[in-house]
């Protein structure tokens, strides 16, 4: 009897134990791919075919849930990076862009500084953010990818990202290159491009700007919270207008291009200058 029913839970079992495991990792892929430069966005077939058709770079980036001044969502790095990382994939030609990291450092815990002060900020220990970032780059190098690229759109971001750049490419011997673009994150080179288009700012100290918010704008006007703040009369940040709402998201996809042209270049000279061990 006793072994009667381990014959049944083994036949029960391996069924199971096929669907865990998978189908080949050389099956055929029975469908089109989709037109996305996102990893979550495509089945893993497509993420292979893809690798195998030279999309041989992937895009890390980190963003941030932390305060943004009264009208903007705590996840505005997170929002404007799913339109920003698009343009630079698809710019590069050659990219696809993994899941975008929304937690970072924000500061101290206990007791809090910089933006844990603020309620609705989800901050991560400078070493849990490193680890999470070693991690994704060791899911891609599992991918098969030959590039990764680094990159993040908060001033805290920065040094993890680089570090962990500096760890990989020492461990790996360069194989596969892992690169950090801090031209990415030049905030005050943003700013003086616009004032050079014509777009003059006057601060108001509330962590917001024509910049930010007309990128976020380009990608999900609610993020900038336009109906509430047209009903309240309040559509100026540092003395530029959101309104009309479509000049604003034509600056925003103006903002992306400009961006996307600056790290594409940036990308383009750190792959080209890269060597193995």
Not at 92 to 100: R, T
């Amino acid at each position: 009897m006793r072994i009667a029913l381990v014959l049944i839970a083994a036949v029960l079992a391996a069924p199971l134990a096929a669907a865990q495991g998978g189908p080949a990792p050389d099956k055929p892929r029975p469908i089109p791919i989709r037109d996305s430069v996102f990893i979550e966005d495509l089945t893993w077939m497509e993420v292979r075919d893809l690798i195998a058709d030279g999309r041989h770079t992937a895009i890390v980036a980190s963003g941030g849930v932390e305060q943004n001044g009264p009208y903007l969502v705590t996840g505005k790095h997170n929002v404007l990076l799913r339109g920003l990382t698009e343009v630079i994939a698809r710019d590069l030609g050659n990219a696809l862009v993994a899941p975008i990291l929304k937690l970072v450092p924000e500061g101290d815990f206990d007791p809090p500084t910089g933006h844990m002060r603020y309620p609705g900020t989800v901050g991560l220990s400078e070493e849990t953010f490193r680890a999470v970032v070693r991690d994704v780059a060791r899911s891609l190098k599992a991918s098969g990818f030959s590039h990764i690229i680094l990159i993040g759109d908060s001033g805290g971001n920065q040094r993890g990202m680089a570090a962990v750049a500096d760890e990989l490419t020492a461990e790996w011997g360069g194989d596969p290159g892992v690169h950090f673009i801090p031209e990415f994150y030049d905030y005050q080179a943003i700013q003086t491009w616009l004032s050079d288009e014509g777009v003059e700012q006057t601060p108001e100290g509330i962590h917001d700007d024509y910049a930010i918010t007309s990128m976020m704008a380009a990608v999900d006007p609610n993020s900038i919270r336009i109906s509430e703040r047209r009903a309240a009369g309040l559509t100026t940040i540092n003395g530029v207008d959101v309104e009309p709402l479509d000049r604003t998201r034509a600056w925003g996809n103006r903002l992306f291009r400009h961006r996307s042209e600056v790290t594409v270049a940036a990308i383009r000279a750190a792959v080209a200058s890269h060597s193995t061990n």
